[in-house]
């Protein structure tokens, strides 16, 4: 896999989930869900399977917050020696304070990701929160000079968050959004001007300052763009792509964007559609822009 230069292939992308004592399920379970519907060809889902999933707990067996009990494939100490097989990291939301005052995983291995993308910027990466997960990206700087979002419940303990980072790191501060699905930083490809992009958000921003977020997306195959490596490498963080979603449900509808971008399109309505979802799209924001 170190080869590999993007995760658009024939191979599936390959997703880490990190589960940390007391997650929370619903994080886990909708990502994985869509994650693990998503095909090239629904005809022929068992052989075309877009993602293929790895879940990394902190024991073999993971207790939730809701008490249900998720069983790991590997352990940390192995996704760390593994960090350069996946496209995709996944850190869900639940226990964050205990998590943040001790400082275990999975903050390490976020450390670790964005530094791998960093050396290696011609790799198509993602790092993905769901909930209040970005209150891990926050405490480890992640998110400085980016735009992001979490939990409504949470927004003042993310600002705190970011600022204190940002502070330590002597770095730009976060744009903290609310109200809005999930939060796209760092595209591989321009979203073109409004004409082009039936997604771009209304100017008109109801009352809120204004943003350089567009709404939705368009998929890399659908949108006729090269990427370009050096225009990655010049993103923050090496061009590691950082999704944030705000509340739990919220990580589906990015995991449908994921999907969207990293398939196609089409293939995001037909898991919504599978899922009985109805696909409530972020903001995606230009990361040379912020």
Known sequence: MATK???ISDEPVDVLFCLHPKFDLLDFAGPLEAF????????????TKAFEVTIAGAEPKVLSSQGAIIGSQISFKEAHERLDDFDIVVILGGNSAEIIKSGDEPLPLIRAYAELQKKDPARERTIFSVCTGSLFLAKEGILSGLSATTHPDYLTTFENLCSEAA?????ERTDVVE???YVVNNLR???GDEDENPYIRSKVDTGRRPSNARKGSMSFKGSGRRESIARRAAMRLGGLRVITAGGNSAGVDATLYLVSALVDDDCAVEVARQMQWTWNKGIVVDGLDV
Do not use: V
């Open 179 to 181: 109200d809005e699905r």
């Open 189 to 191: 490809f321009d979203l």
């Open 167 to 171: 502070t330590l790191n002597l770095q």
């Open 5 to 7: 230069n993007s995760a």
């Open 36 to 47: 693990t519907t998503a095909s090239h060809d629904f005809k022929d889902a068992d052989n």
